[in-house]
């Protein structure tokens, strides 16, 4: 397609996008560390490389996570190191030049880092999808805007823009390489994909694949050559950043002799959990944590990709096919081989890096599209999101032989949110009961256990003192009552 013509985005339109998108992320990003123990590892990865100047977490304060792995005696954590490296380095910032620490001023220190890492990805990510839909549909601003909320504010990647996790952060570096490669900027895309692939390997190194396939059809001679020699920045930092924390160029869970904690409680494949049911990948992508369940926006996208891949008016039929497959591949391997939809999360969010991708063509749906009918689905995903924002990392599914009682009472975990929300929002009113009686447990005793997890997993000790006060009340309510009628 010839852009030459297209009315670019205003710079201070960037800009405001970026700006409205931060602010947003600023408001709902959290200051806690959650039980779930994933932000948990790499916070403990980041305070061990500053504050006590080597690669283990023996000594942080976050060595109680489950994501670790023991070698020789010594804790390390089992999250690809590359971008816990990138947090430490803010980290020395921080407390260089303003004096915070997570001994002095743990609350702190924990939103600043989220924000700086996750939050400012996210916010580039949704300047990047708003400029790229306006350069290859040229949709009205209305449409825009729509599309962009959808993206921002409308899916399981707005849930998890406001905690330390990876899949966001990757979601940004893969589109800004995709942009890059339709764009014809091979160089970049290398870049970008190489950074993609060091903070989420499975992914980032699928789409590393893909985008070669899609730059072999370039117009411009020499461009897969350059494209390869800057992708091979990708298992040098990969390697590189590996041997900077473990000492060798293998991922810390792939140690001979060392021990996974988060492997070790159900059935597993190199330490990574693998299903237990035979529906399991339809579940990932239309059961209570799938996909498409929590962010049903998300169906729009894949029917305006269906219908590109028809036409190819975008990008040509044989990118939109390799872009398809990319998409394909990285559902596939997740749904097929990774267990337990993500451990305590708020829905499957190991497709949250492709997100971006299956809504890129939403544009020409919108177009298309009632436009009660697209409100009525962006509003149900928006609160969809939110509901998630609330706990990114609820207590919830657990395989069969790790299975806590309490913890996977809630199959649902849209449900189970909802419900602590209203618990503390509104107390023991009407709409709280019925709630937690549908999402949690029609019996008392389970539904209150589950509560007080879910306020402590988020570390809100008030909340979960609040709620022990309440359940000691009613029993003691319901025996004097029981004393009287006796």
């Known amino acids: 397609m010839n852009q030459a013509n297209v009315p670019s985005v205003r710079p201070a339109e960037k800009i405001l996008v970026f700006l409205v998108s931060l602010g947003i992320l600023a408001i709902f990003t959290h200051k806690t560390v959650f039980l779930a123990g994933n932000d948990a590892s790499r916070f403990a990865q980041i305070e061990s490389l500053v504050d006590y100047h080597h690669p283990t977490i023996n000594e942080s304060r976050y060595n109680w996570t489950i994501d670790r792995v023991t070698i020789d005696g010594k804790d390390y954590s089992n999250k690809p190191p590359f971008f816990s490296i990138v947090g430490a380095g803010l980290y020395t910032i921080l407390r260089t030049v303003l004096g915070l620490s997570f ?20 916010a580039w990510l949704v300047t990047k999808y708003y400029v790229a839909i306006q350069k ?21 990647l707005t849930s998890f823009s406001v905690t330390l996790n990876n899949h966001t952060v990757a979601a940004a570096f893969l589109f800004a390489a995709f942009c890059a490669v339709i ?30 396939v899609m730059v072999l059809h370039s117009r411009t001679q020499g461009s897969f050559v350059r494209y390869l ?34 492997g070790q409680i159900a059935r597993n494949l190199a330490n990574v959990l693998l299903p237990d049911d035979w529906l399991y990948p339809l579940k990932c992508l239309f059961g209570w944590h799938g996909l498409f369940t929590v962010s049903p926006v998300l169906l729009l996208g894949v029917y305006g990709f269906i219908k590109q891949l028809r036409t190819g008016a975008a990008l040509g039929r044989p990118q939109t096919r390799w872009l398809g497959a990319g998409i394909a591949a990285t559902i596939l391997l997740h749904i097929v081989f990774v267990g337990s939809y993500g451990g305590w999360s708020y ?58 009682p309490v913890v996977s009472l809630v199959k649902n975990p849209i449900g189970g949110n909802l419900s602590a929300w209203l618990h503390e929002k509104f107390g023991n009113r009407m709409v709280t009961k019925i709630a937690e009686s549908t999402f949690i447990s029609k019996e008392l005793r389970p539904r209150y256990l589950y509560l ?23 029993i003691k309510k319901a025996r004097g009552s029981t004393s009287k009628n006796t």
Request: with cysteine; hydrophobic share 50%; proline share 7%.
């Open 103 to 122: 001994a002095g001023h743990e609350r702190l220190v924990v939103y600043l880092l989220t924000l700086l890492m996750v939050g400012l990805s996210t």
């Open 136 to 156: 290859h549909f040229q949709p009205t601003r209305k449409v825009r805007y729509l599309a962009t909320a959808a993206l921002g504010l409308g899916t399981i």
């Open 183 to 212: 764009e014809e900027k091979v160089v970049k895309a290398g870049i970008l994909a190489s950074i993609a692939f060091c903070i989420d390997p499975a992914p980032g190194g699928i789409f590393l694949a893909v985008f070669a």
């Open 229 to 262: 020699v800057s992708a091979s920045l990708a298992p040098a930092l990969f390697c590189a950043s590996n041997w900077a924390i473990i000492g060798s160029i293998l991922p810390v869970k792939m140690i001979p002799g060392g021990l996974d904690y988060s």
């Open 347 to 404: 829905g499957f969010r190991y497709l949250i890096p492709i997100i971006p991708l299956c809504l890129f063509f939403l544009p020409q749906v919108i177009r298309e599209l009632r436009p009660s009918l697209f409100a009525a689905l962006l509003t149900i995903s928006i609160l969809f999101a939110f509901i998630g924002v609330y706990h990114p990392w609820p207590p919830g599914y657990e395989q069969e032989t790790g299975k806590d």
């Open 452 to 474: 007080n997890l879910f306020f402590e997993s988020k570390d809100d000790k008030t909340t979960a003192e609040k709620v022990k006060a309440e359940y000691v009340q009613i």
